[in-house]
């Protein structure tokens, strides 16, 4: 982030004129201000409401209405890590990243690296993939609702071997079929993403290790692997991200959550208790904790990425 | 780096081709995983039209395959729950207004983050790339409060298509794509008198043209198929996009319909049908060398 030098360094040298304090070019700002305007609201001052609202005893109350906050200090963050549903639902979401960060690098980078050797059906190939990405996740549940009913056509095939109770109202796969499905679902964004790292790696690499003799696999495992490595920061990122998010799936897949609670995820239970319930108080400190932890999963990415 | 390639990676590929000469049953081998790969990816929506248009839903091996009786009942029937063309309409809408708020307000910013020096522009980026990583679903509570509670905005596409007004991710976009223009263009012009409005408008908008596509392609992404927010400020179903009609359909409605399963997936085929069309025909504009500069910082 150069200019964040270079626009610190042009501040205090310039700041007598009163135009050059602004930036040599004051036009700027009046061009990125709708922008900045539209963070503040939609991004700063939301995440300081829910600061705020995590620490009072906040409830919806009549337009208009004087009531009564009061700042509660860290009751509702207790009252969200003693409660069993709250806990549930970050332990499925850790069940979902387990199948879902390794699955998704693993086959993402497989098949972009395939798909980086093939010419031919090269675009066929990579916009089969990336269609459910672009594609809606209420539509493909409704499919996934179709393929894994109690007598949809998986069970259909497996026969007897199907899992009972079947894999939607089972507690033990609800939530790795949630997890399969997002990956499927993603998994064609990051093969664009590590298709776009491939091209950065040298050639030449490929060329050496072909002539020490080695094969497909020592090639792929030692220069393709090594050679996207920020790539795959990024993919670890971005996946986790996309686990934090979860709603649509465990809402409609899973019909809410279900069975018992198996598939829960906590922006679904910041939906029951906030919108549902009407405590946003709780949910609000749930959301907080969340934040925390994705920023804290992020840079301990980046430090590693910068270690490198 | 990504501007050094061609915009088509399918045309750079006859470089990147080169390591299989002489292994050619590795490279079969790797053609058989992308196919196998691609028919597991393109099963599903296969089987989502296959589905919609069976008159009684057959979930065998064989009734994947139908040889006849394939009918339009379905559509019709989900039509009659819910108002198909009018949740398209209000999609369209929604998607419109966000891809409009994007690309105005995105497209000046972008610009202002790589070409212009004022105060404030590294505080901006550095917000920029936070908002990247915080997923908009964890500040929902908040982002409620305001804008149901405090604004009154519930039941209205303001409130819709507010949250998601100007995209983060199209603003980074259009910032790397002005940074890979040659600066003596910007002195030139500069020199010439011509202001800044008037630069970015016939100088640089007319280089990056395909960048703007490839951005508006992602951005459309979001809004369309977008379920959470809407689903939370509209109680009005005249109001609501067709993600959330066809949630509410599935989770509330569906026992009652005769055939639920078809009517579900025709509602299915309408809600990824515009999706699915846009990107296959502008597939160009969505490649790893387009994005690639984007994601990455």
């Known amino acids: 982030m150069s200019e964040t030098t270079t626009a610190e360094k042009a501040g205090p040298a310039a700041s007598r004129r009163p135009a050059a304090r602004l930036g040599s070019q004051p036009l700027g700002i009046l061009f990125a201000a709708p922008y900045a305007v539209f963070l503040a609201a939609v991004f700063a001052y939301p995440l300081g409401l829910a600061v705020w609202i995590s620490f009072h005893d906040y409830f919806f109350a009549a337009p208009g209405a004087q009531v009564d906050r009061p700042f509660v200090g860290f009751e509702n963050y207790t009252a969200v890590l003693s409660d069993p549903e709250v806990r549930k639902s970050f332990l499925n979401v850790f069940e979902f990243l387990v199948i879902n960060v390794p699955l998704t690098v693993v086959l993402s980078l497989v098949l972009a690296a395939a798909l980086n050797t093939v010419v031919r059906a090269r675009t066929f190939l990579r916009v089969s993939y990336y269609i459910p990405y672009v594609t809606a996740s209420v539509a493909l549940v409704a499919v996934w609702l179709f393929l894994f009913k109690e007598d949809g056509m998986v069970n259909q095939i497996m026969g007897s071997f199907g899992p009972n109770p079947s894999w939607l109202v089972n507690s033990t796969l609800a939530m790795p079929v949630i997890a399969v499905f997002v990956t499927w679902k993603q998994l064609g964004f990051f093969i664009l993403l590590y298709l776009a790292a491939l091209q950065n790696v040298q050639k030449e690499l490929y060329e050496a290790a072909s002539i020490d003799g080695a094969g497909w696999f020592r090639s792929f495992r030692n220069v393709t692997v090594p050679g996207v490595r920020p790539a795959t920061t990024l993919v670890v990122i971005l996946a986790t991200i996309t686990g934090a998010n979860l709603f649509t799936e465990p809402y409609l897949l899973t019909n809410g959550g279900g069975p018992n609670g198996a598939s829960t995820s906590p922006v679904f239970v910041m939906y029951q208790k906030g919108i549902e319930q009407g405590t946003p108080d709780v949910a609000a400190a749930i959301g907080v904790i969340l934040v925390v932890i994705v920023l804290i999963i992020a840079l301990i990415s980046r430090r590693i990425l910068e270690d490198d | ?297």
Request: hydrophobic share 55%; net charge neutral.
């Open chain 2, 1 to 297: 780096m990504a501007i050094a390639e061609t915009p088509t990676t399918s045309t750079a590929a006859p470089e990147a081709a080169k390591p299989p000469s002489g292994k050619k049953a590795t490279h079969w081998l790797s053609l058989l995983v992308l196919f196998l790969g691609a028919l597991i990816f393109l099963f599903p929506f296969y089987y989502m039209i296959v589905g919609s248009l069976q008159a009684e839903p057959d979930t065998s091996l064989r009734g994947a395959f139908p040889t006849g009786g394939l009918t339009l009942d379905n559509y019709s029937q989900i039509n009659e729950r819910v108002d198909l063309l009018r949740s398209l309409a209000n999609s369209g809408i929604i998607t419109g207004g966000v891809i409009l708020g994007t690309v105005v307000f995105g497209i000046l910013a972008g610009y202002a983050l790589a070409r212009l020096h004022f105060r404030g522009r590294g505080t901006l980026f550095a917000v920029m790339l936070l908002v990247q990583i915080v997923p908009f679903q964890l500040l929902i509570i908040p982002i409620y409060v305001m804008i149901v509670r405090t604004y009154g905005l519930a039941d209205s596409y303001l409130g819709m298509i507010l949250p998601f007004a100007i995209n983060s991710t199209a603003v980074f976009l259009f910032r790397q794509f002005f940074l890979q223009l040659p600066e003596e263009l910007f002195s030139a012009a500069r020199l010439d008198g011509a202001g800044e409005l008037r630069i970015l408008w016939s100088v640089a908008l007319p280089l990056v043209k395909p960048a703007v596509l490839t951005a508006i392609l992602l951005t459309f992404i979001g809004p369309w198929n977008e379920f959470l927010w809407p689903f939370l400020v509209t109680k009005e179903s005249d109001l609501q996009p067709l993600a959330v009609t066809l949630a509410n359909y599935i989770s509330n409605v569906a026992g009652r319909a005769a055939n639920p399963y078809g009517a579900i997936l025709a509602g299915a085929v309408v809600l990824a049908a515009p999706a699915v069309a846009l990107f296959v025909a502008f597939q160009k504009h969505f490649t790893a060398s387009e994005l690639g500069s984007g994601v990455k910082g």
